[in-house]
């Protein structure tokens, strides 16, 4: 009779932690055992030259969502979840975004029953929150974080969805209470519109406008108002998608100071820059928010990756088509602020990572590990069920040839964007076998998971987002005679 369900033989096993060459035991789903010469199995798998990684966690994509502007997105949860298992991913936390008007509670509802009929691989949600009034912030809101949703998004932009300081601050002043994490898009509103309202002016409307109506300095200002806020009421806070050199100063300098500052990045700051947006309609492929920047903001990128700044690389996966239900609202009139914002990089994420950071010696295999798994599993509640290979663990693994060359191109992705920014690279590195809770969801180039087959995960509260305990002194007065502030 079999010990395991399965047991992968003669791999080299990577942690955020470690590395070791040993086999895993899989039973029901879950890591039962690791050690040498496990076995017997139903079912075997030699990764013998292979790499036994995490199954990837991508905490930041936007999966069958519609935009501020009212544009949905390309992928629903089925093209996304089977592109995002073929770059080695095993679980997604998409956004339920609430748009002015709705019920937080009727979003999250909806949202779920678009993703149970077509998941193939293991979900949670974040929320978005953008009309946070009384009944949001009174009832909807506490009682979804103790139903699971522990993380929502803010916006300092967009005139659909940004929140004022003092919105933000009642946001956060939740969050502390109840034991959320908030996520922040940190641009500075009015810069981009007074910049984006001069260039349409002058007749500058071409995509390549789009990343100077966004100056680095809008995400530097944003980003430290953000840090600021956060600070007042001694709250942590994750920025999201960061690109500037401006902005990583910020964040790096509040960490020093001991302050819970997260920091995550995508793959579009460090493989794309401004000039890749080019004049003409087709460079609004490459048109996202913020927009990449130069050669020196992709180091400073780079920099923040290997030194600890950032905690999580994430796909920031926004697919729109180039036609006009994306990219091209108002067809060849398009503007640099009529198009779909956003780029796709759910497939590629880790992989691109993986070639250019760990095969070039800028990152280790375990950074690499806590930088695409492990810290996101850790900031959303889900560790140690999510992101790691140990006994207990859910049996989420992605088995990597770490010589596979791959050649980049639109038609070998399963997302249903119909382009990629990357087209036309070469990587090396690639997951061959992905595995979510022990079944095989890919197979050597194939899907073998059903639609459906994947789970929602409810999060738990997250230590990382626990407060300091660091009141400021106008807090701790307070506190100190009888009136707490938050």
């Not at 995400?219 to 009421?233: C, D, F, I, K």
């Not at 690389?313 to 398009?334: I, V």
Request: with cysteine; charged share 20%.
């Amino acid at each position: 009779m079999a010990d395991y369900d399965l047991v992968i033989k003669n791999g080299t096993v990577v942690t955020a932690a470690d590395t070791q060459h040993c086999d895993i035991g899989i039973t029901d789903g879950s890591v039962a055992a690791l050690g040498r010469g496990l076995g017997p199995a139903a079912r075997e798998i030699d990764a013998r030259g292979k790499l036994v990684l995490p199954g990837a966690v991508d905490s930041h994509c936007h999966i069958e969502q519609r935009s501020g502007f009212g544009v949905l997105c390309a992928d629903d949860f089925y093209s996304a979840t089977v592109a995002a298992a073929f770059g080695g991913t095993t679980t997604v936390i998409p956004f339920a975004a609430q748009h002015r008007g709705q019920s937080l509670r009727q979003v999250v509802e909806d949202y779920r029953q678009a993703a149970l009929p077509k998941a193939v691989i293991d979900y949670a949600f974040h929320l978005i929150i953008s009309d946070p009034n009384e009944q949001v912030l009174g009832q909807e809101l506490p009682a979804l974080i103790q139903d699971g949703y522990t993380s929502f998004k803010v916006y300092m932009t967009y005139d659909a969805m940004r929140l004022d300081d003092r919105q933000m601050l009642e946001i956060l002043a939740l969050a502390r209470r109840e034991g959320a994490l908030v996520m922040i898009h940190a641009e500075n509103h009015d810069m981009i519109k007074f910049l984006t309202d001069r260039l349409l002016a002058s007749g500058m409307s071409q995509p390549r406008y789009h990343a100077v109506s966004h100056a680095r300095i809008a995400e530097g200002e944003a980003t430290n108002r953000a840090v600021a806020l956060s600070q007042l009421l001694d709250v942590p806070i994750l920025i999201v998608h960061v690109s500037a050199a401006e902005a990583i100063d910020v964040i790096r300098n509040a960490q020093t100071q001991g302050l819970k500052i997260y920091g995550e990045t995508c793959p579009q700051y460090l493989f794309l820059t401004a000039d890749d947006i080019g004049m003409d309609l087709e460079g609004t492929k490459f048109c996202c928010s913020p927009p990449p920047r130069d050669a020196a903001a992709q180091e400073a990128v780079w920099r923040g990756l290997a030194n600890g700044t950032f905690q999580v690389f994430s796909s920031d996966h926004a697919p729109y088509r180039y036609d006009e239900t994306g990219k091209l609202l108002k067809g060849d009139k398009t503007t640099f602020k009529d198009t779909a914002n956003g780029v796709p990089g759910i497939e590629l994420r880790v992989p691109l990572l993986f070639s250019e950071g760990v095969r070039k010696g800028r990152i280790d295999l375990n950074r690499f590990v806590a930088l695409t798994a492990t810290n996101h599993a850790r900031l959303y509640g889900l560790y140690p069920r999510k992101g790691t290979i140990a006994v207990g663990s859910d049996a989420d693994i992605a088995i990597w040839d770490p010589d596979r060359e791959v050649h980049i191109s639109a038609g070998m992705l399963h997302d249903n964007t119909g382009y990629t920014p990357y087209e036309g690279r070469h990587i090396t590195g690639w997951p061959v076998t992905v595995l979510s809770r022990g079944r095989i969801v890919i197979d050597d180039g194939n899907l073998v998971a059903e639609r459906g087959s994947g789970n929602f995960l409810p999060c738990a509260l997250s230590e990382m987002a626990k407060p300091l305990g660091r009141a400021t002194p106008e807090l701790a007065f307070a506190a100190q005679h009888g009136s707490p502030l938050v």
